[in-house]
Each structure stands twice: as C-alpha cells, then as structure tokens.
C-alpha cells in the first residue's frame, strides 16, 4: 500500500509516521522540515506514542509515481493550491481530506472523483522542524465516503489507520461529522486564538457565554442546510463540549492562536466565516459568528511579517 500526504504540518507528519510502519508512506512538506528529517527522521513523541521515524519527505513527487491513497492535511486556505499543483497525481486517486472546516471535499472534487471525508481531533505541535509532540485528542479519527456512505475504499483505509495504531472508526454520515466537528472548531478556536489562552480558559462564564451563542447559530445554519448531526439540540452539544471534549483538550492552544503567533493566515473563512456565509444563503443570522469573524481578520491585520521558511 502506497500512501501520499499532501501539506504535511504537524498534523500530517504525526500521522505519516503512524502509517510509515505499516505501509510505504512519502510526505509533501516544507522544505526545511524535509531537510531536517533527512539526517534523523522524524521524531514523535506524546499520547501517540514516542520515536523516531523515517519515511521519504521532499517537496515534490518523483514523475510518474501513483499511490493508493492521497491524504490532504494542510490548511484549509491551501486547499485548491495543492490540489492546483497535484492535479496529475489527484487524477483518479482515493483522496482523503484529514482538514479543518467545511469545503475541503468540494475543492477537492473538481480534481478526483474518489473523495474521502474525515475528522481528526487532535493537538499535534511543532517541537523543532522534525519534531512533533500530540498532546491530546478529543475522539477518534473517523473517515466516509463524500458526502455519505461507505464502501471498500474507506473501510481499506480505516483498516489501515487502525493497524498503524490510531483510533478510527468508519462513518456511514461524514458530512454530519465534518459539521460536528466544525462546531467544535468554531467554539474553541477562534477564542481561543484571540484572548491567548488554552481551551480550558474558555469554560469560564464570559467565554463560555460567547460559545453558547457560535454554537446556537451555527446549529440554525446547519439545519436550514438539511444536515443531521448526532445532537438533537444545542443545548445536547454544549453539554458534550462541556463535560466531554473541552477536558480532553483543556490544555491545548488553538492551531489559529499558533498561527497567529507566526504571522500566518488563518482558516476562519472555512470556521465561523462557512456558517456566516451559509447562513446569508439560508436567511439565517449569525451575528455573533460574524463578530468572531471580523474580530479574527483585525487580528490577522496586525500579525508580525512571519519569518522565512
């Protein structure tokens, strides 16, 4: 089995080494990371286990080379770039998005008609450019086919997850848990970013009270959509994020709080901005995401010139 990761960050690496000792694994990554990973492999360390791993890094791929699976990891901003620049080796290829937000399947169908949705809740952070540390995780991975269903080429791939030793289970209703998953985000991410705090700060009443309100108007959006999601009411999912997932993750700092420390765009246009223009579509306000939203692109005005890479 051959397996490719596009915009392989953190998060792409910690699962390209997972998979490296159960499959033949190459990763498209920056190039000072593939240059340290060269000499002493990837290291590896936290709730997934700790080691060192070795796999080819570079970025590009060889001409001519297939794989069995593609699996995008990057940003969600750099979505249709990748897929741009990948186009050829897209082409006919079991793509899995393993991405923040909502829209990363639709990109990605213009490029291959093979498309695999899937959520992955986990803080993976940057401890040198070949080191990754997981410090939590709020779930297991789960993969379905685009928009619904199951089939073979899923279930292949969640086998394979599972023998590489990461939690995964196979979902019949993806669409449903790339939303779930996206009120997850959306709740915790951009607060979390904008005070500087880790998520568990956020629990506390005035933060708590401004989540309550993301989640409820994003609960209107995603039903004028028509999307089903495991909860009945927001209030059932502000009970889960509650007792359930911000513990899990009580000390981890947003990915957008990191990205904003280093100067980079963030991916709220695919968060809170996807359930504000939704819900412009819809009729159905969202003043609070907006406010979220707006408050997050000051933000990003104001960051430092990032270094070079």
């Given at each position: 089995m051959k397996v490719l990761i596009l915009g392989a960050g953190a998060v792409g690496l910690s699962v390209a080494a997972k998979l490296s000792r159960v499959c033949e694994v190459r990763a498209v990554a920056r190039a000072r990371c593939a240059r340290a990973m060269e000499s002493g492999g990837l290291r590896l360390t936290g709730i997934w286990g700790e080691g060192e791993?070795?796999?080819?890094?570079?970025?590009?791929?060889?001409?001519?080379?297939r794989y069995d699976y593609a699996i995008l990891t990057s940003k969600a901003i750099d979505t249709r770039a990748i897929c741009d620049q990948f186009s050829k080796v897209l082409s006919g290829t079991e793509t899995l998005s393993l991405q923040n937000g909502v829209g990363n399947e639709e990109i990605i169908a213009?490029?291959?008609?093979?498309v695999i949705g899937g959520t992955i809740i986990t803080g993976s952070e940057w401890r040198g450019d070949a080191a990754v540390h997981v410090s939590v995780e709020a779930g297991p991975i789960k993969l379905g086919r685009f928009p619904d269903g199951l089939d073979s080429g899923v279930l292949r791939l969640v086998e394979l997850f599972r023998r590489a030793g990461m939690r995964t289970e196979a979902s019949p209703a993806i669409r449903s848990e790339l939303w779930a998953k996206t009120?997850?985000?959306?709740a915790l991410n951009p607060l979390g970013a904008l005070m500087g705090v880790p998520y568990g700060r956020l629990a506390e009443a005035p933060a708590w009270r401004i989540i309550e309100s993301i989640?409820?108007?994003g609960f209107a959006v995603i039903e004028a959509e028509g999307i089903a999601l495991p909860w009945a009411a927001p209030e059932d999912y502000l009970?889960?994020?509650?007792?359930?997932?911000?513990?899990?993750?009580?000390?981890?700092r947003s990915s957008m709080l990191q990205d904003i420390s280093k100067g980079k765009a963030t991916e709220i246009e695919f968060l809170n901005g996807a359930i504000v223009a939704k819900g412009a579509t819809r009729g159905v306000a969202t003043p609070v995401n907006a406010c979220v939203v707006d408050l997050l692109r000051f933000r990003e005005s104001l960051r430092p010139t990032p270094a070079a890479s």
């Open positions: 791993f070795r796999f080819p890094a570079g970025d590009r791929v060889p001409e001519g080379e213009a490029y291959t008609d093979k009120l997850y985000n959306c989640v409820r108007e009970a889960y994020l509650r007792d359930a997932q911000l513990p899990s993750t009580a000390g981890h």
